[in-house]
Every structure is written in structure tokens, then in C-alpha cells.
């Protein structure tokens, strides 16, 4: 007689992931679904997908969805919130989407206290587009549109979205994870778990952000993606709560 | 029994709405449209409904997205520049076939514009004004009393064909004070909305709103469904005011404030005896070209604030049969009725000339 050990969430569907090997959205969405799980909150969600290499959550995830404009999820989420008071409402964006051209939606959602959670994929580029230098990229990065090394100098300096937000009112529950490590991944699952928590106990505005990988528009492998992670990213976006309201 | 109060345009639009049911309105601040989002704010917490200040026009028309995707009645309103703005998001709305109310009382343009009334924004309102194949329900009013019909109406018809619809007003009809009737208003009629994505439980699987196809064909299918629903309401949801025009050797077409002061020249032009008639259109989209086809005038006569936007429409709608001339005031003026009589005499003398 076997028994069931480990299994895909019932919140994901059949439907294979179109991610690039090594990209780290089908982990996270893969979290996301086993969270929503063990909470037993599919019935009661309502998710919002951003534009970028997300855009079609909806082919994975089994709750209902609502796709949004380049950045505006926050706001989206926030209509549907109100709306609905007593369903649970999640954005998932990327760094393009939520700290360029959604940075306001991004502000103002947070400043509002709005009873969202938002889950943060930052991997310093722009994914869909094939590779250009987002809001995260690093100094010295090179990506399509930072051919020779971000220089800060005319391109200006990465954006710290979680200690940005921590200097708000609004926001209850912040953190920055990665999922460079089983230690991290699991940290990170808690995370997600800790912030729709907080949404569920009407605490208002909770945002993970999670540091991931792209090796495609990286130019990397997989593994050495992931060392990327370790080794570059984390020293300047470091882990840890930044805000969390009891 | 009667319900008369007096009222302004903008604040008559807002209470209409409430008493169709929208109990969510996003809102920004602009000139002239502003005692519309302060009368949402005062009513709506009273009514256990939502008023929202959103940061930004694109915020407040992707709330408006979020809100009627979950199924309900949202609104959200601007004057010009701001429904530039918001033309991204309407885009979206469209693309997604949902319904929901958008507001926008002209000011004159381009750019900052001025605050002074204006309809300058035709073209942007009933061709479409953001990017892609669609259309939004334009609905025209010309008095307070209208701006609360047209409002009930616009939430009754968006919601059944799931199209966005929007108040062209302006200025003027915003800011103005007249006697409104509510009792008057048509009764809420609320759409079965299967689609909405207000969470699964209870249903089979989950909903979807997206506005994504990768695969052109799959595009291209839903915006010739789309069509086929464009193609029905340009059939059947044509709306219009038709008067003096049996005998008329000259039809003014005019719509909202400015059709006010047609009204006033007409009648003068009349008393001359100049056989003057009106066609004011109701709905801008779909634009009531069939009354075109049922009368015989020797001219049109375009009346607009603004260099002549619809003028393009009453052109189409005639097929060219006969001259059509424009005439108006922009950037912020309303055309007197005396300039407007001076435009159709000269037009009289040259389509009418006694040989």
C-alpha cells in the first residue's frame, strides 16, 4: 500500500509551465498554490496578474483571475477588494511592474493600508521583453538596455522597495526573501504564508518580496543563476522583515 | 409621484447613480467634474458604499477595472486631460467586455486646456480614444434632467451588453443648476454576471478576465465577437431628438449644451421664416445616422465647441447627399444663438438662392 507523500498543489493546474529551465516563477507560483492550500482559501480568491512573464497566471493557478495593465495591479486588487470585504485578494508582480511603472499604484496601495498582499518577483530585469534593465537591476549590470554595465551615474540607482515602504503608515507586514536555498525557499513559503495571514486577519497591506532568478536573460546557467542570487543580489538587497505589525 | 429638486448637472449625475445601484466610485480630482466625486464622498459612506480618491486617473480607472470584474456597478468620472489619462485603462475595460460608467465633463483642449466648457473630446469619446478595435456607449445629455436619466441608463445598458459606457457632458451641464425629476429615472435592471470573478466557491471551476492573446487568431475572434455586439447596438441603440425637420431646408446637428442654444436660433430662425430644423443625437456611439436617411434638407449645419469633430459623423450619416457646414466656438466659449443665426442665413442664401 503507497501512500501520497508529496504532490502538486490542488490550487495549480495540469498545465505545464512555459518558464524558462532555472526561472523561479514556477517555484514561487508553486508555493503560492500550497499556501492557498493549507489555508483552504481557493473557493475565496480572487488573484491579480501582472503583465510581464506572469501575465498568464491564470493558465496555472485554479482560483479566479483577473489580469492587469503594465503596473496597475495594486490598483485593480484594490477595486476588487473593495468590492468584495470579504474575499481574498493577492496581486503577484514583477520588478518592471511594481517599482517602475506601477510605483505609484505600488505607494499609494501600500499607503492605503489597503487589506491586499502583494507577491514581489525581483530578478533585476525585464523578463517578457527579452532582457532589459529594470528598476532592480544592480550597478554595473548588464542587460539590453545597459549594454556596457548599468552606470548610476546616467541610469540611476536600484530601487529598495521594501525599506521604501517601510518608511509608511500603511504597510503591516514586509519582507524580503530569496529562493536561492531549500533554508530560503522554506523561509519564503512562510513568508507568503505570514502575509495572506495577515490579510485574512483584515491586518491590511502585507507585501514578500523574493529575490529570483532569470538565467535566460541573465546569459547564466541555471546553477550559476542561482549562485547570482547568493552571491550578488542578497549583499545588496538583504533579507530579513521590514516591517511587521503584531 | 414627483420628485423635483433643484440641482446641479454634476451632483444630479452623482445621486442618479447611486439610485442605480453603484455603490463604488473612484475618483480624481479635476476641474470642472469636481462636486461629482465631493457629492460621491459625502454619500457614499452613508449608504455602506465606497468612495475613493485614487492617486492618479489610471489608478482611479483600474479600480474601476478591479471592481466591475468582481461584478459590480462602478463608476468613475474626469473632465478631458484626465480621461486621456484614463484611456488606458478604458481600453482594457473594453477589451475585457466589462461594464461600468465613465464620466467625462469637457473642459477645452489640447493639452491643460482651459476649465471653460468645451467638446472637443468627440473624437476621442466615440473613436474609441485609447488603442485597439472598440467602442464605447456614448450618451450625450443637453439638461440636468438628462445627465440623471442618461446616467441610470448607461448603467442599465453597459451592464446588459457588457460595454463601457460613457456621460459626454461638459461644462457647462455640469456646473449648472435646474429642476431634476427622479422619479423620472428608469429603474435599475441588474444583469445576470456569470463571468465575474468574485471567487469560485460555488462554481465549477474559475473565471478569468483577461485582455491577452498571443495567438492572432484567437485575437482576431474575440474582436470579431466584439463586433458582431458593436453591429447590434448601431442597429437597435441609436437615440436622437428629430424636430421641424419634415419641411427643414437647413438641419442643425448639435448635441449637449451647445444643441440648448440651436434650440434658441432655431426658433428665431423660424419666427423669420427660415425653415430651420434640429437633429440633436443622443447616443454619439453609436451615432444615429438613420434619421439621416429619412429626411431631405438642403444643407446641415454642424454646431459644436469644438473645430468640428461631428461634423465628420453627420458627413458620413448623409453620404455627402448635401452641403454640410460647421459652425462654433472653442477653447471655452459657447456660440451665441446670434452667431449661429448669422451662419445658417448665409447658408440660406446659398443653397436657397431665388433665381
Known amino acids: ?246 | 409621484m414627483s420628485e423635483t429638486v433643484l440641482m446641479k448637472g454634476n451632483e444630479a449625475l452623482g445621486e442618479a447613480a447611486i439610485r442605480s445601484g453603484c455603490r463604488h466610485f473612484f475618483g480624481y480630482p479635476i476641474t470642472p467634474q469636481t462636486e461629482l466625486s465631493a457629492y460621491m464622498a459625502r454619500k457614499m459612506p452613508k449608504i455602506g458604499g465606497t468612495f475613493l480618491q485614487a492617486e492618479s486617473e489610471i489608478a482611479a480607472i483600474n479600480m474601476v477595472y478591479g471592481a466591475a470584474a468582481a461584478g459590480v456597478r462602478a463608476m468613475t468620472s474626469s473632465s478631458s486631460p484626465g480621461i486621456s489619462l484614463k484611456s488606458e485603462g478604458i481600453s482594457y475595460i473594453a477589451a475585457a467586455d466589462l461594464p461600468c460608467v465613465i464620466v467625462n465633463i469637457m473642459r477645452g483642449g489640447p493639452g491643460l486646456g482651459g476649465i471653460q466648457p468645451a467638446q472637443s473630446d468627440y473624437f476621442q469619446a466615440t473613436r474609441g480614444g485609447g488603442h485597439g478595435d472598440y467602442h464605447l456607449l456614448v450618451l450625450a445629455p443637453n439638461s440636468v434632467q438628462e445627465m440623471a436619466c442618461l446616467t441610470a441608463d448607461a448603467f442599465n445598458l453597459s451592464e446588459k451588453y457588457r460595454i463601457p459606457a460613457m456621460i459626454l457632458g461638459d461644462g457647462t451641464l455640469g456646473q449648472m443648476m435646474e429642476p431634476v425629476d427622479f422619479s423620472a429615472l428608469p429603474k435599475p435592471v441588474f444583469a445576470e454576471k456569470p463571468w465575474a470573478t468574485n471567487a469560485m466557491g460555488g462554481r465549477r471551476g474559475p473565471n478569468v478576465i483577461k485582455t491577452l492573446y498571443l495567438l492572432p487568431e484567437e485575437l482576431e475572434a474575440t474582436i470579431l465577437e466584439r463586433e458582431k455586439k458593436y453591429d447590434f447596438l448601431r442597429e437597435n441603440l441609436q437615440r436622437y431628438e428629430a424636430r421641424f425637420t419634415e419641411d427643414a431646408d437647413i438641419i442643425l446637428c448639435s448635441y449637449g449644451i451647445t444643441s440648448r442654444v440651436v434650440e434658441t436660433a432655431v426658433r428665431e430662425l423660424r419666427n423669420e421664416g427660415i425653415k430651420a430644423g434640429i437633429i440633436r443625437p443622443v447616443t454619439l456611439w453609436p451615432f444615429p445616422e438613420k434619421i439621416f436617411k429619412q429626411v431631405r434638407p438642403k444643407a446641415y449645419l454642424s454646431v459644436e465647441m469644438s473645430m468640428g469633430q461631428m461634423v465628420e459623423d453627420v458627413k458620413l450619416a448623409c453620404e455627402c447627399r448635401v452641403p454640410v457646414y460647421f459652425t462654433g466656438r472653442t477653447g471655452g466659449i459657447i456660440p451665441s444663438p446670434a452667431e449661429v443665426i448669422a451662419k445658417v442665413k448665409e447658408i440660406h442664401r446659398e443653397v436657397c438662392a431665388v433665381v
Open chain 1, 1 to 246: 500500500m503507497s501512500e501520497v507523500i508529496y504532490k502538486k498543489p490542488d490550487s495549480l493546474s495540469d498545465k505545464p509551465f512555459h518558464y524558462c529551465p532555472g526561472c523561479s516563477h514556477g517555484l514561487v507560483h508553486r508555493l503560492v498554490a500550497e499556501v492557498i492550500d493549507e489555508l483552504g482559501i481557493a473557493d475565496n480568491t480572487v488573484a491579480v496578474a501582472p503583465v510581464g512573464c506572469a501575465v498568464t497566471a491564470d493558465e496555472y493557478f485554479r482560483f479566479d483571475t483577473v489580469q492587469a495593465a503594465h503596473g496597475r495591479a495594486p490598483a485593480v486588487a484594490t477595486g476588487i477588494r473593495r468590492a468584495l470585504p470579504d474575499r481574498f485578494v493577492f496581486a503577484y508582480q514583477g520588478d518592471g511592474d511594481l517599482a517602475a511603472i506601477g510605483t505609484a499604484e505600488t505607494v499609494h496601495a501600500a499607503a492605503r493600508g489597503e487589506n491586499i498582499s502583494i507577491i514581489f518577483i525581483n530578478n533585476t530585469i525585464y523578463g517578457m521583453t527579452g532582457g532589459q534593465m529594470a528598476p532592480t537591476t544592480l550597478p554595473g549590470q548588464v542587460t539590453q538596455t545597459s549594454p556596457y554595465g548599468r552606470d548610476p551615474y546616467t541610469q540611476g540607482y536600484p530601487l529598495h522597495i521594501c525599506e521604501m515602504l517601510s518608511a509608511l503608515n500603511g504597510p503591516t507586514f514586509l519582507t524580503r526573501t530569496a529562493v536561492d536555498s531549500v533554508p530560503h525557499i522554506r523561509e519564503t513559503k512562510k513568508a507568503i504564508r505570514k502575509a495572506f495571514s495577515y490579510q485574512l486577519q483584515g491586518k491590511g497591506f502585507s507585501l514578500v518580496e523574493v529575490l529570483c532568478a532569470c538565467p535566460t536573460n541573465w546569459g547564466m546557467s541555471p546553477t550559476d543563476a542561482v549562485r547570482r542570487i547568493t552571491e550578488e543580489m542578497i549583499p545588496y538587497y538583504p533579507l530579513g522583515v521590514y516591517k511587521e505589525e503584531v
